[in-house]
């Protein structure tokens, strides 16, 4: 008890407590994640298969199941120092206004201009393409913060962006297509026009509002069809989850560096960026035998690929022009209900995340759209950051298990991640407060519709 | 040399090195600014006078010429931890990219949901407000961050929170008026029908887009003809320039514990809260003969109140229902071109400021607006802080006096106030890139027109 009334508000590491390597998940899982299939062939991918669409480097870390950490270049270091380390906070306002004994933390992950967590992949990403002497990258974006945080490390690096953007997200947020601009991006809507999937999905589809799945598949078939580009992605890959072990090597550091053990680790779930990053130092110990931790994956209930989903053989995009991956999916045409707002979105998840779920190594809750918005006001009101709707997901879950602790007396020590501001998603908070937001889920019948395209793999 | 390069790209204080007391920057000049007029008799305005308008506490602090320090309350220091300290910049990327021996220093205020150094001082008088037993406050917004900031400290104090929001802003930033709400504000645009002054005013120009001048003479009525509320103000006020001199005590803190000594010191100008805020222990010591610095306001060539306004008593709003103030102003009327985009667009200036400037104890210059959207647009690509406007206008004078440096060779110790995001400006933005904004600036003949309606003060 002392000790934790000690505690600051804000937890920050030093230059020389920070981390200097990532830290390789799968290196600790015995078994590991199912790896990406060929999908003419449904034989596993080789480097040179996927050379093509990928960085050289970033496929080495992609396919590389066993060294358990990666030496993070100086560079991406210099350029960690602008924005990290991000703070590790008490959130003592939220506590008091909950009446919990339970002591609650959030790594703040929103201070940098991208808004979120994926600056950290991003800067990493762009990197390695400049390393290989490329020209530039495309990407798709759906909220728009990987998009964002990709023309910011494009920028730094001197390299061209090309981003094609979900379609409605485009339409619904303008001012994050402006910043990218702002960062010499260039923006499509997706699906659009100069790609040939997006053609197709355009004559079948006229007035579809675009998803991730069709955006990616758009990015990629622009970057194998452009001189001295390569595609990278934002989420889902093995390579993104292995950069974002930076937030959980901070968070652990600075939990050691408090004498505090967390008992429960929440982080929201899309494709699993940050929850993947978050959690990894803790699921390592957990593989390892070491300690014990309840992880809990959060996902929108309109959107449940963990809850709801099967875990089996899919494709990761909609042109199906990329590699199979075997995760919890929905099928890769499902596309959340229209009055979905924010990210979170895409219809499968990390395979690395799926196989830890699948060994029931973490848990998942789906939780439905205006509970996240609510749970997003009363953290604004009380810890005085306007999250993004996505980070709300997770606020959301760490309120219930607060308020379980204050039920049962327990002061157990919840950590989540707050992966960024909602400064861009105000037309949903508007849609929130305005009453217009609803908590539409997808029907048995409808998700039945869209298992039943699964691709067939033995 | 060798102690420069071994300074962190960001310095923050420890919680024992935070500031305790703000300090008053007028118990160290010897001419002291000039006192608020009562506008019915010209006489100094009296405490009791001013009561019906603003907190009590808050008026002691006001008219107070003499006191070097005031302690800040424990709930104060206690919501300050919540996102202070500030970290101080050094801007290694910026450097390297001018090619320039200075060493460029920010101070950065944006990282709070408010997105400015607005927050230090609403906090400040929501508390005072809340210790009063007062229902709430009124008060106006331009671009948006003191609304924003008053919204957020009200709630957190259980105050109610009434903004009038200039008309222009209120339309051109309904984003801004989205997050208020969040924070459960109401927000009006201003003028309104709401209040005399605001029914008049409508009646003589029923196509007015707003000013500044005339949001507060609407909050200053709401507050006096409501029971239970006062009205607060983000800038100008002397009270306001000593909450924000935590922006300048924390920096000076910071560099002595660096053991460097700046030698220009760059402030936005609008009414002078951030400026006065950075510069005030610094030019305390100036006042004391202890140190010598060289201090820059920077203000819009559109809205020129020091550059090209005269040093009189004025109206500090369009309704002239406040007191008089003598200060550089371009009279209560002048209101900037529409294309003119930001804050920084009040008619007069900080008397502090006033007299500080007009006793030659600092400089300051007019920077064009699509030389600001310019430095803006580079600095964020380079040090990956996407800027507001008002913080560019000191971007763009810092990087001035950087080039400057690099053609004199001198390696002086530049530091700037970054006073905040431009997340809620992407409209600004958005124009700079379409060529769509302009560089007006008013004539003489324009000028002389306001000038001539200042009022008759012996």
Redesign the interface.
Known sequence: MMKNEKI???T?LN?NEMPKAWYNLRADMKQKPAPLLNPGTLQPMKAEELAGVFCEELIAQELDNDTPFFEIPEEILSFY???RPSPLVRAY?LEKKLGTPAKIYYKFEG???S?SHKLNSAIAQAYYAKKQGLKGVTTETGAGQWGTALS?AC??FGLDCKVYMVKCSYEQK??RR??M????ASVTPSPSMETEVGRKILAEHPNTTGSLGCAISEAVEKAVSSDGYRYVLGSVLNQVLLHQSIIGLETKAAFDKLEVKPDIIIGCAGGGSNLGGLIAPFMGEKLRGEADYRIIAVEPASCPSFTRGVYAYDFCDTGMVCPLAKMYTLGSDFIPSANHAGGLRYHGMSSTLSELYHQGLMEAVSVKQTEVFKAA?YF??V????PAPESSHAICAAIDEAVRCRESGEEKNIVFGLTG?G??D??A??KF?DGEMNDYIPTEEELAVYRAKLPKVE
């Not at 601009?181 to 010499?184: I, L």
């Open positions: 600051p508000y804000k920050y230059e120092k602008m924005y306002c201070n940098n201009t808004g910011m920028s730094y303008p001012f402006e910043v601009r702002t960062y010499g006001e604004a009101r810890e005085g950051i306007l501001t400064y861009f105000m037309i908070y508007q407060h």
